[in-house]
Structure formats: C-alpha cells, structure tokens
C-alpha cells in the first residue's frame, strides 16, 4: 500500500510537539520503558555491562551527569536484541544491530555532554531531552512484533526516529535541520524493523561524520516508490562528505539490514557536496 507523499521540516530546538504513538493498539511491548524522575537512575542492565567491558566503551560514560545519565539509561534500555525476533538467520543481525546502536548512542549522550552540556537551570530542557529519548524508546520497542510477517506500516515510526534522534543529538554538533519526505508505504514487520533501523544508523553516520565541526546542516530523509513494485530510501547530509572515509558497500551494520530488505546500499557525493545513502528495495506491486 501507498499513499500520499508527505514533507516535513524540523530543526533540533525547542520542546517536542506531540506525536502520535508508533505502538499499535493490543500489542504489548517486551521492553517497555517506565517513566521514572530524571537524574535519579544511572545507566545500568546487560547493554551498560557490555559498554563497561570495552575499551572504547567504557569512556563513553565516564563523565556524564546524572540527568544525561538518566537519558542513556531510557535508549540503552531499548538495545537488548530480541533472541525469538526473525529466521535463525537473522538473531546475530539482531544481536549486532542493538549492541552497536547502544555504543553509537553512548557516544552521542557523551558528545551532547561535551558540546552542550546543561546549566544549573537546565531542567526544563534536561525534560524534554527525556520526551525525546521515551518516544524513542516507544518507537524503537515498537518494531518488537511477535508475528514478522504481518504487514506494518512504516510512516509514524520513521517520522519518530529521524525527527527525535535529530532534536535529541543534533546539539551537539550545532543547528542541524531534519527534512523528511515520506511515502506511506507498508511493509512485513521484519521488513519494516531492518528498514527503521538502517535509516537510525545511517542518521546517526550522517551526524557523527558528515556535520561534525560545521556547527550548522541538513539531513534530508525520503522514502518513496521509483517503479510499482520497488521503493528507494535516501539519507543526505550537506556535511564535508565522504573524503574516501565512508564503508564501501557490502560492509557494516546498514549493509546487513538493507541485504534483510533485499536491498544493497550504496553511497555517493550529493548535490551540495555530501553524502547520500541509498538502497532500493521490493515492495508490495500496485495494483
């Protein structure tokens, strides 16, 4: 199924408008993230354990306060891999999927703590920090779905994870401006999750490579059908772009995702000197 194209702009300031919930009703969440008082809980469970036994792990958390603390605990808490998710074939995708967007998400918590820590009248802004990280955290468990082949659609939690983890980490590498153009496209619900979180990894890439040290950026997020039964997703930066740095294609966790939706990834210099991810993949023939 499809529908109309739907373009969206926002910038990483400010409190979060309302979003609608990316959980369908009935379904019961295998990790569902409690509310809790910020600054009270420090990051903890088997993710923070494993990000302790690294090397490079262990510094992520070193120096952070105890609110930013807190707001790592909420994602870290959404990382555990889903043993029972998808074919025997597919559980180590899982497993190396989670623990590499836990220690990408140490990684960010510290750099927003270095960049742009909070002041002593920082609460309000330390709680919207939260709303953020807790419809991550909805968005995220959301894709834990028992039956994978049950068709799902894809517009909420992609408008959620791309819009959030750019209002939530873009400060720390300036005024990153997030641009999304979304067809509503549906698909099996292993589909949709590799689909969700290769486009997280590769916003995430787009800002911890492309816009560090440009202190202002775009990402520019689409999804749309190229043909009945074939759809594209892209993820642009206007960043310093891929300077022979980038992961050639075949390699790394978006590769393996995208390999889930019968897609190769790909990489080239954009128009405004950036970079673009891109894979195409099978969809459901209009009819």
């Not at 009248?121 to 039956?147: I, K, M, R, T």
């Not at 791309?162 to 400060?171: A, H, I, T, Y």
């Not at 486009?199 to 995430?204: A, M, S, W």
Request: net charge positive; proline share 7%.
């Amino acid at each position: 199924m499809s529908g109309d194209i739907q373009p969206m702009r926002r910038r990483n300031i400010g409190a979060p408008a309302a979003r609608p919930s990316c959980v369908p009703p009935g379904i019961v969440r295998p990790f569902a993230t409690p509310a809790r008082a910020p600054g009270l809980v420090r990051a903890r469970g088997p993710q923070a354990a494993a990000l302790r036994g690294k090397g490079d792990g262990a510094s992520q958390t070193a120096a952070i306060s105890p609110l930013r603390q807190s707001l790592l605990d909420i994602l870290l808490n959404t990382t555990i891999p889903l043993a029972r998710h998808g074919a025997c074939a597919l559980k180590p995708l899982w497993v190396n999927e989670a623990m590499h967007r836990a220690l990408n998400i140490a990684r960010l918590v510290r750099e927003l703590e270095n960049k742009a820590p909070l002041g002593p009248d920082g609460l309000n802004h330390a709680l919207a920090e939260h709303q953020l990280a807790f419809d991550l955290a909805d968005a995220f468990s959301s894709l834990a779905l028992a039956d994978d082949t049950g068709m799902q659609p894809c517009f909420n939690v992609l408008q959620v994870v791309v819009f959030n983890l750019v209002e939530l980490f873009g400060p720390a590498f300036g005024t990153v401006f997030a641009d999304m153009s979304l067809e509503r496209l549906t698909l099996p619900a292993h589909k949709r999750r590799a689909l969700v979180l290769a486009t997280c990894e590769l916003v995430l890439n787009a800002l911890r490579h492309g816009l560090t040290g440009r202190g202002m950026g775009n990402i520019t997020v689409s999804l749309r059908r190229t043909a009945r039964a074939t759809a594209r997703l892209s993820v642009e930066d206007d960043g310093r772009g891929m300077a022979g740095a980038a992961l050639p294609p075949g390699r790394g966790i978006a590769a393996d995702l995208a390999a889930v939706l019968e897609a190769e990834l790909t990489y080239h210099t954009g128009g405004e000197g950036g970079t673009v991810a891109q894979l195409s993949f099978p969809v459901a023939a209009l009819v």
